[in-house]
């Protein structure tokens, strides 16, 4: 007899971008993403930081003042879309912790991707997530929130043999 306790295709897709946000250096927000091919087969993921070459090291992680991360850093759904490498992504859905930011939004459409799944709406009613709303909807990307019911996936690195 099969378990039935196992997840649904998206909690495992949201959990691959929850575990990918946790490579991110950013020490406010950690986002992840995922991207996924409508036959259930993971495309490419990505997390927020700074572009490769530039050490995380000596630019800034600051959110206020003169010199703030917001010029550098790179998002996690441009990232997961630069991350896969020139492949198609028509058809495409994306899964990301936070809904997408309005430049996000136009990297997503571009791409061809077709579904964003996110947990947070963190920003709503904020002119950029309006932006994001408006041009994803006019480009005919649909857009969900993620709904489960389960709050947390835990996984252990303990072998099977020390269980």
């Keep these: 007899m099969k378990r039935n306790d196992y ?3 998206d909690e495992y897709f949201m959990g691959i971008a929850m575990l990918a ?25 990505g997390y927020n930081g700074m572009p490769k070459g530039c050490s995380d090291d000596e630019f800034p992680w600051n959110r206020e003042g003169e010199d703030t991360k917001y010029p550098y850093v790179v998002h996690a759904e441009l990232n997961a879309i630069l ?4 492949r198609d ?3 495409s859905r994306i899964y990301v912790a936070l809904f997408p930011c309005n430049e996000c939004a ?26 994001s709303k408006r041009m994803l909807s006019a480009a005919g990307v649909n857009f969900i929130r993620m ?3 389960i709050d947390q996936l835990t996984l252990s690195f303990i072998p099977e043999e020390m269980k």
């Design 7 to 9: 997840i649904s295709w």
């Design 21 to 45: 946000a946790k490579r991110s250096k950013d020490p406010s927000t950690q986002v992840g993403a995922c991207i996924v091919s409508p036959e259930n087969i993971i495309i490419s993921t």
């Design 89 to 91: 992504l028509r058809g």
């Design 106 to 131: 136009k990297a997503i459409i571009q791409s061809g991707i077709k579904e964003v799944i996110y947990l947070s709406d963190k920003y709503t009613g904020t002119m950029g997530n309006l932006a």
């Design 83 to 86: 991350n896969s490498n020139g």
């Design 147 to 149: 709904e489960t019911s």
